[in-house]
């Protein structure tokens, strides 16, 4: 059929995405992490210089980046219920876990270095598959779609260069109190080391030339940035272990610049999101100051307990309201209890809990708040703190 005269052909062919989230210039550095390799020298020539200062400066950037980072998960999993619901597993399963899990290193200081080592040598991971899904993003906003054989390749060169930063921290035993060694034999080690190199290298260039025939040069720029900060994050300091005496830390490293940088990268991604379910959401009024300072303060509030029992077992009661009813020789306001929180008291007899208002509970709605502490002192084996009540803002 042909086209009438005057009008205009359209053709069902989606428009392609825009190739950067924000701008070439952000995307590259904060997102592609193009900064990745004067950061983690400059880090390093500061620790070696001027530890302390240094202590100082990587406070305020986690203030400014790690912190937030953790709201941003909180804001974009419990905005909606419908977030809520799609993400239980995390909502409300692994969160349910972690709870536990802190409650019983108060109780059991052995398992903390255990706890800590997971983390350490989880995180690079959590890091390495944040990298490949924003190379993968990357590709397809650039016109270069991954086949099942690109993908594959690419993940396995990815999975290869966590692994070998996963054998250099779990090589032999450990000089950090905190962190428990696999202890894998160096003869292991040294082959596997081999191994992991050429499967980083082989299957990823193998990856990226076939994307690379497909599209211009240039659509190739981020996606070859986050390979090579892959590379500078993981590769590197595997290579520099093996062939120099350097050692690094574990949890200097995983725990250091490269959780700022994998911080930094996750809000500028996250920021995006937000921005665009905003826009359609509002129809387009988007408040970047006012996610920024939701991402800051957090909608944070604290609960402290102070001169209760040293190392004591204590339950938290909060209500949504206060019918007060006698209770071991006191009065306990925050009943009907909505929940009861196990927790144990410090050892000068103070507990601090700071905690953030999830953003579907509406404004001021009213909640409170009650210690139970056991207390050998009391007269009936249980102490009560003062009843406290707030409002959601």
């Given amino acids: 059929m042909g086209v009438p005269a005057g009008a205009i052909a359209t053709s069902d062919v989606p428009a392609p995405q825009a190739r950067w989230l924000y701008n070439p210039s952000v995307d590259l550095i904060v997102g592609c992490a193009a900064w990745s390799a004067p950061l983690l020298i400059l880090s390093g020539r500061s620790l070696e210089t001027d530890a302390r200062a240094w202590s100082v400066v990587f406070y ?4 400014l980046f790690n912190y937030p980072h953790y709201m941003a998960t909180v804001y974009r999993a ?25 409650i019983a290193s108060h109780v059991w200081s052995a398992i903390v270095p255990w706890i800590f080592t997971v983390y350490v040598t989880w995180s690079p991971w959590h890091y390495t598959g944040q990298n490949f899904g924003l190379l993968m993003m990357y590709a397809r906003r650039n016109g270069a779609a991954p086949t099942t054989l690109e993908r594959r390749a690419l993940y396995v060169s990815f999975l290869s260069s966590y692994l070998l930063l996963f054998i ?3 090589t032999g035993p450990s000089s950090d109190p905190l962190i428990r060694s696999l202890g894998l034999p160096l003869l292991f080690s040294e082959l596997a080391r081999v191994a992991l190199l050429v499967l980083f290298v082989v299957p990823g260039f193998f990856g990226l030339a076939r994307l690379a025939v497909r599209v211009p040069a240039s659509a190739m720029l981020a996606p070859l940035t986050l390979f090579a900060t892959q590379f500078m994050w993981f590769v590197a300091p595997a290579v520099i272990e093996w062939v120099t005496d350097i050692r ?5 490293y995983s725990s250091g610049v490269l959780a700022i940088m994998h911080s930094a990268q996750y809000l500028w991604v996250t920021s995006y999101y937000a921005r665009r379910e905003a826009d359609a959401e509002s129809g387009g009024t988007w408040r970047p100051w006012a996610y920024a300072g939701t ?18 077992l204590c339950v ?3 209500s949504l309201s206060s019918s007060p009813v006698p209770f071991k020789g006191g009065t306990l306001y925050a009943i009907p209890a909505l929940l009861q929180v196990p927790l144990v008291t410090s050892a000068g007899g103070g507990l601090s809990l700071p905690f953030v208002w999830p953003s ?16 050998a002192a009391a007269v009936n084996g249980v102490s009560l703190s003062n009843g406290l009540s707030g409002l959601s803002g």
Avoid at 60 to 63: E, F, V
Avoid at 83 to 93: G, P, V
Avoid at 248 to 252: E, N, P, T, V
């Fill in 60 to 63: 305020a950037l986690a203030l």
């Fill in 78 to 102: 419990y905005h909606t219920r419908s977030e809520f619901a799609r993400y239980r597993i995390f909502t409300l399963h692994l969160t349910a876990l972690l709870a536990i899990v802190g």
């Fill in 168 to 170: 250099g921290f779990h």
């Fill in 248 to 252: 690094l830390s574990q949890a200097r």
């Fill in 295 to 312: 991402l800051v303060a957090g909608g944070s509030a604290s609960l402290a307990l102070t001169n209760a029992a040293p190392g004591a």
């Fill in 316 to 318: 938290l009661f909060v």
């Fill in 360 to 375: 579907g509970v509406p404004r001021y709605v009213e909640f409170f708040f009650q210690y139970a502490i056991q207390d």
